[in-house]
């Protein structure tokens, strides 16, 4: 899954999502000092640039507190 949503009328071109994408999908627009998704089909659904972003314009995928995606849920503690 990938970026399924962003709001350039919410961004403030605070370059957050440039910084924590680990996969460089993200770029920001010398004309007009906002974000862009530059190369969506690199997008791994990690989440960081909808977590990191102040405003809240990147909406990635609905499933992002999906059961057993973290590792410290209460069903693995048994397994550490």
Same mark, same amino acid.
């Given at each position: !899954? ?8 919410? #961004?403030? +071109?605070? +370059? ?9 999908? $993200?770029? !920001?627009?010398?004309?007009? +000092? ?8 690199? #997008? ?8 990191? #972003?102040?405003?809240?314009?990147? $909406? ?8 057993? !995606? $973290? ?10």
């Amino acid at each position: !899954m990938t970026i399924q949503k962003f709001d350039q009328n919410k #961004c403030t +071109g605070c +370059g957050a999502c440039v910084e924590y994408c680990t996969r460089d999908v $993200w770029r !920001m627009d010398p004309k007009t +000092g906002k974000a862009y998704v530059a190369y969506k089909e690199d #997008c791994q659904a990690c989440y960081t640039c909808e977590i990191n #972003c102040p405003e809240s314009a990147i $909406w990635v995928h609905p499933f992002r507190y999906a059961p057993k !995606m $973290w590792p410290c849920d209460t069903e693995y503690k048994d397994h550490f």
